[in-house]
């Protein structure tokens, strides 16, 4: 069974534009959950979502948004960047249905450089 | 708000030796807990589910275990290889509205040969 994965790997850009990236769940997983890693922060929860509603929302600012496909692919897209942006964003899904207790497997990231 | 402590942030030992990662956090009402490893500039792979009505799990060299009432977990690695060199992330699962993972800072493991 095919892994998680991320579009694209690797992202450079400038400050103040706006990037999208995208993820892939594994195949029959309805929950997809973003997250913002780096060197200083550690992992950050970004937003969850389930079933093409977002369940969940981390303390990020509303730059940050994100949403769902029928299909349970799920892209992220952060407007106006900032060099603070700059960071390796990883995605992650589960097979839960609704309920808790269940594994979550992650892609490779993408790795976002903002100049 | 949860808050999930690694220690050591960094250990280095011989191969050969068995070694024991901590993680403690703050909340004691958590779904369950799962413990990652991480390769430089990669994503994360899972190694150790522990359900809340559960108390350790085992994969091969590894063995996790779950106290919730104190607020810990451990990893144990048995005869560490080269090969486990990288950081070990544990993460909380809770429920809000949704679910939600809180993260460790990790413990960046370096064995030896």
């Known amino acids: 069974k095919a892994g998680v994965t991320q579009t694209p790997r690797y992202l450079i850009k400038t400050r103040g534009q706006q990037v999208t990236l995208s993820c892939s769940p594994i195949?029959?997983?309805?929950?997809v959950s973003w997250y913002q890693q780096t060197p200083g922060q550690g992992l950050q929860f970004l937003f969850e979502?389930?079933?093409?509603?977002?369940?969940n929302k981390g303390n990020f600012p509303g730059r940050f948004s994100g949403r769902q496909f029928s299909n349970s692919r799920s892209e992220m897209n952060v407007s106006t960047l900032e060099l603070g942006d700059s960071a390796l964003y990883l995605c992650?899904?589960?097979?839960?249905?609704?309920?808790?207790?269940?594994?979550?497997?992650f892609g490779p990231g993408t790795r976002l450089t903002v100049t | 708000k949860q808050e999930v402590t690694q220690i050591p942030a960094a250990l280095s030992v011989p191969e050969g030796e068995n070694l024991v990662l901590n993680c403690s956090f703050t909340?004691?009402?958590?779904?369950?807990l799962q413990w990652f490893r991480q390769d430089p500039g990669k994503g994360l792979t899972s190694l150790l589910l522990?359900?809340?009505?559960?108390r350790e799990q085992t994969s091969g060299r590894l063995n996790a275990s779950l106290d919730k009432s104190s607020g810990r977990s451990t990893l144990y690695i048995a005869a560490s290889q080269p090969g486990d060199s990288a950081t070990y992330l544990c993460?909380?699962?809770?429920?809000?509205?949704?679910?939600?993972?809180?993260f460790g800072t990790g413990t960046s493991l370096t064995v030896i040969p």
């Open positions: 992650a899904s589960s097979g839960k249905t609704g309920a808790m207790d269940s594994e979550q497997y």
């Open positions: 195949s029959g997983h309805r929950s």
């Open positions: 979502y389930f079933s093409e509603t977002q369940r």
């Open positions: 909340d004691s009402a958590i779904y369950n």
């Open positions: 522990i359900q809340s009505s559960q």
């Open positions: 993460a909380v699962e809770v429920w809000d509205t949704g679910n939600q993972f809180y």
